[in-house]
């Protein structure tokens, strides 16, 4: 009998092309996927234990499914990822009703593991070296819709931030090679992709650790060289990787779109000093300045994280009109989350969740406020936009991305006028906007 096997994936873009690959592993001896738990006789949830949230939400998740194992047909129940490559054993104790834990190492070999288990019924833990990196060889079902794909173009982090527990989860920096990345590329691309969302802890840092050292403007031209690419976006890049041959080849280049995430996480240079990071105010506004000079159009996405052990009013204060000074585009906040294990978890002078939600709540409050005003400088432009389907709201309207936002984690464009079918690109006139969103006709 056909088993049919069901995933959930938790967290960020890496770990979802991490579940892709344990589906095309399954579906490649036999597994049918299904997205609907209640008739799955696997159900895996593949984790993410970054932050508290984080680790909640999965925890959470793993609970609510180890249900189906009592009101379903669901045989095994699997746990992958970051979660157990962190705390195995006292998972292994807490959580019998999962059969079967694998780290962010052990992936690739889950079909065997399976097997592994149906043979001994035991519970089994397959949380190693966490050193793997994969490539163009091994099977990926994707999960996105068919016209866009995130391309991780290494694995783990050498950056060694104090708040941050990557690194021993990840393992450090592994780029791929250029060539597995474009095999891999071209097999994406086969299947329809349009758009690649370029991946990894911290793109700018891609090739420094290969013998050959290629550089990311070169993987980008390689990419930019497939015809039915259209749009190529850089996620996750670091302040101090950012050159000036990827600012030109950003501003030159018609496929990269005009959009960069910038992870500065915070402006105040003690806080930057304690967090570990290797940019400092001046370098941070200088690029940023030399980004809006360079590529006006250029949208420019960023994180923070707020209540970091000894952050001031002062410090928090000098980051708020810093934010309202740059008037980012895109803006994610993380209130710090001290995590065993970590350098910020043993510094003195930690901060209260409550003042964490406060500065949290004003950071976003201001954002709201400075993204609707940046959209309103958008009515009238003409942007491109990748059609994605029908609004939630209603099946009267189509809905879209424009360049200048990234799957998932930016606004929609809702479009009011015009025909289009889904994976479409089309040129787009913006006639109204929110905080987050813009509403727009196509045109001809």
Known sequence: MIQKVSLVSLGCPKNLVDAEIMLGSLTQVGYQVTTDEKEADVIIVNTCSFIKEAKQESVDTILDLADRKHDARCQLLIVSGCLPQRYQTE???????????????????IAEIIAEHRSTGEQLC????????????????????????????????SNRCAYCIIPTLRG????????????????????????LNLIAQDITAYGKDLPEAP????????????EEIRWIRLLYAYPDGVTDSLIELIKNE?????????????????VLKRMGRRSGEGEIRELIAKLRREIPDLAIRTSLIVGFPGETVEDFKKLLNFVEETRFDRLGVFCYSREEGTPAAEMP????????????????????????????????????VLVEGYSEETEL?????SSRQAPDIDGQVYITAGNANIGDLVKLKVTDSSDYDLIGEIIT
Not at 355 to 377: G, I
Request: glycine share 6%.
């Open 91 to 109: 998972l292994a104790k807490e959580l019998p009703e999962v059969d079967i834990f694998i780290g962010t190492g052990d992936y690739p070999r």
């Open 126 to 157: 397959y949380t190693g070296n966490p050193e793997f990196i994969y490539d163009d060889q091994l099977p990926r079902l994707p999960s996105s819709p068919y016209y866009t794909a995130y391309l991780k173009i290494a694995e783990g982090c």
């Open 172 to 195: 450090g920096f592994r780029s791929r090679p250029i060539e597995s990345l474009l095999a891999e590329a071209r097999q994406l691309v086969a299947g329809g992709v349009k758009e």
């Open 215 to 226: 550089t990311l403007e070169e993987l980008i031209k390689e990419l930019a060289a497939m």
């Open 254 to 270: 018609p496929k990269v779109c005009k959009y960069i995430d910038l992870p500065i996480q915070h402006i105040s240079d003690p």
């Open 349 to 384: 002078d930690q901060i209260s969740e409550r003042v964490k939600r406060e500065r949290h709540k004003k950071l976003m409050r201001t954002q709201a406020r400075l993204s609707f005003k940046r959209n309103r400088e958008l009515v009238n432009s003409i942007e491109e």
């Open 397 to 401: 309207l189509l809905k879209g991305r």
